[in-house]
């Protein structure tokens, strides 16, 4: 029996680096990983961010431990976001995520779209 799809696959790998040049890797591809990620809205940047964080642990570190305002830079977060980044007190990536979510609430109650 055939298959219904067919996949064509790259004769060469496509890597991209997730973080901003020169804190990335290196790779390829980084430039439209950043240009790709800049158009998009705050929410899906801080999400990104989120992410990022789950997978890299120096940029878990970065977000947590140090609150280091470069990484924010690299993600174009708005001077508002910061600043409610900067009040939330968690010591675990989950507890962060939890308090940015929580902060989201009055407004989605509200019907507005602020970030936070």
């Not at 680096?17 to 940047?45: I, N, Y």
């Not at 280091?68 to 600043?83: K, Q, W």
Request: overall charge negative; hydrophobic content about 40%.
């Amino acid at each position: 029996m055939q298959s219904q799809h067919s996949y064509s696959t790259s004769s060469s790998p496509i890597v991209m680096d997730a973080l901003p040049w020169p804190t990335g890797s290196g790779f390829a591809g980084t430039d439209v990983w950043q240009q790709h990620s800049l158009s998009q809205s705050e929410r899906e940047r801080l999400d990104n961010l989120m992410g990022l964080a789950l997978l890299d642990q120096d940029v878990h570190a970065r977000l947590l431990v140090q609150r280091d305002p470069s990484l924010l830079d690299a993600f174009d977060l708005s001077e508002d976001m910061r600043r409610s980044l900067s009040t939330i007190q968690a010591s675990t990536l989950k507890e962060f995520a939890q308090a940015i979510v929580a902060a989201l609430m009055p407004y989605r109650e509200c019907g507005t779209s602020a970030a936070l």
